[in-house]
């Protein structure tokens, strides 16, 4: 596992110098840079999400996410991230029973998807000799830091639609 932290950290490296080289050398614009900065942060997301599923799931294909999603949201969100952004995220388990059928501690849905979201945060922010990968913040979730590490998506409507202050509307609409 150690091998595999320090592999998506030298991607992420290889993939930030390649941007700025563009940037730097091609005078590439600006929006493109954050876009191209912001994809990149997606497909390591996306990685990390699929190998922390293996780790917990019984199936060989890392499959078994149906019922569990992560939002993007700030920079992300808007896909405008920059060389030294943080990633805002909100992890949503559906509000119907199911998904993540093939991960192995089967009892407890929510138990489940908390420890995916911690493996993810791990794999995204522990830092080897290679760093780490992006600073996570979930200070954007509902109730902030005092809420669930995974939130239930009618929770998060019901949240939204009668406890949200206006700049957090903001923030999910970005």
């Not at 509902?142 to 639609?161: H, N, R, T, W």
Request: positive net charge; aromatic residues 6%.
């Amino acid at each position: 596992h150690h091998n595999w932290l320090n592999r998506i950290r030298r991607v992420r490296r290889r993939e930030i110098l390649r941007i700025g080289t563009r940037d730097i050398c091609l005078g590439i614009p600006l929006p493109i840079i954050m876009e191209e900065i912001s994809e990149v942060a997606e497909a390591i997301l996306q990685v990390v999400l699929e190998g922390s599923l293996r780790k917990l799931s019984s199936s060989k294909n890392g499959k078994g996410s149906a019922g569990f999603a992560i939002l993007a949201m700030g920079k992300l969100g808007g896909r405008e991230l920059n060389y030294s952004s943080d990633i805002d995220l909100i992890a949503i388990k559906s509000s119907k029973e199911g998904g993540l059928r093939h991960i192995k501690e089967g009892k407890n849905l929510h138990k489940n998807f908390s420890k995916l979201m911690e493996n993810i945060l791990h794999d995204l922010s522990s830092h080897t000799e290679e760093g780490y990968v992006y600073r996570v913040d979930l200070r954007l979730r509902p109730f902030g830091a005092a809420g669930l590490l995974v939130q239930d998506s009618s929770k998060i409507v019901e949240y939204y639609q009668r406890k949200a202050s206006i700049w957090e509307l903001q923030a999910a609409l970005k």
